[in-house]
């Protein structure tokens, strides 16, 4: 009996340490995941004088964290990542990366340009190609975004003095009524719009509630 207790025990405690881990690395899990071109199909544009890629990655928004998933066939195309020269020339010869199972899922880790070709020439040459900027780190820009201004001075200013041979205008008289103007209304500003281009955007978030609760779960097993 003493040897079951000690078991299950065991197991709370496995199930709490991983659980731990699980909510340290949804610390910073404020991320997205984009399917090229808005479908994820990885292929030879219909026009080929479009460049529908990069048209569709000028209206979206990529950040450090930010996943971009590309569909294709593995047995007659692959993607590659390469540098400026080699995109320009369609050059398939020496990429950064090679990705050719498919399905494949690009993290970014860093910002700055990213360029994407096919690994097939002809296609390259197709418009079958992206280029992208990635931005900052999303989570710093949030916070960046939360932290309020800094409040103006409210130390006044002192007059200037009347300039020579003139009279400094005295003060109102109190005896008269004064209709002070009404501050205009505060209202309320609209919603900022959603982010553009992001048409297949997956949060990689989980709450603490629901951690938390699964902890609860856990402990009663």
């Not at 398939?92 to 020439?121: C, L, M, Q, R, W």
């Not at 002070?180 to 709450?207: D, L, R």
Request: charged share 15%; net charge negative; aromatic share 8%.
């Amino acid at each position: 009996m003493a040897q079951i207790t000690s078991t299950r025990s065991n197991k709370k405690v496995f199930y709490v340490l991983g659980l731990v881990n699980i909510l340290m690395l949804l610390q910073n899990a404020n991320c997205y995941e984009f399917k090229v071109g808005g479908s994820g199909d990885w292929s030879v544009p219909m026009d080929a004088n479009a460049n529908n890629y990069n048209q569709w990655a000028e209206r979206s928004r990529f950040q450090i964290g930010d996943t971009l998933s590309f569909h294709y066939s593995a047995d007659k195309d692959s993607v590659l990542l390469v540098n400026k020269a080699d995109f320009d020339n369609c050059n398939t010869a020496s990429p950064i990366e090679k990705y050719s199972d498919g399905h494949s899922v690009v993290k970014f880790n860093h910002s700055g340009p990213y360029y994407f070709i096919s690994g097939v020439h002809d296609n390259c040459v197709k418009n079958e190609k992206l280029y992208l900027v990635v931005m900052a780190d999303r989570s710093r820009h949030n916070q960046t975004a939360s932290s309020p201004p800094p409040s103006p001075s409210v130390d006044e200013v002192p007059p200037s003095p009347a300039p020579s041979g003139e009279e400094a205008p005295s003060p109102p008289s109190d005896s008269g009524e004064t209709n002070p103007t009404p501050a205009p209304s505060q209202e309320s500003s609209p919603p900022s719009p959603p982010k553009n281009g992001a048409s297949s955007i997956v949060m990689c978030f989980v709450g603490p509630a629901a951690a938390l609760a699964g902890l609860s779960v856990l402990l009663g097993f």
